[in-house]
């Protein structure tokens, strides 16, 4: 009985090590990927691909981007508040 136990330990063990082991990615030198021919990491397949959304963040009130000599920005509306209705669809309205 004990045998059993210490082997299914051992075997866990293993495959949690093996399953750590597959989530990092191997050394890559960044500086080759720039020039005429870079140098790209193969393509990889996922499950759920990794996706980085960037937090959202407006513009302080009185501020605005750069814009080219001659181009002027303005803003399209103001005051909206974002809100959720049900599943995906999103409604704006005045806040």
């Known amino acids: 009985m004990r045998r059993g136990v210490a082997g299914r330990a051992a075997f866990a063990a293993s495959l ?43 513009w302080k009130a ?3 981007p750069a814009v080219a000599a001659g181009l002027r920005i303005q803003p399209l509306a103001t005051g909206l508040h974002a809100t959720r209705a049900s599943g995906n669809v999103g409604l704006c309205a005045p806040g």
Not at 33 to 55: F, H, K, N
């Open 16 to 58: 949690l090590a093996l399953t750590l082991a597959a989530c990092s990615d191997p050394p890559f030198d960044e500086s080759k990927q720039i020039g005429p021919d870079p140098l790209l990491p193969e393509p990889r397949q996922y499950l759920l691909p990794p996706i980085s959304v960037s937090p959202g963040e407006g």
């Open 62 to 64: 009185g501020q605005s």
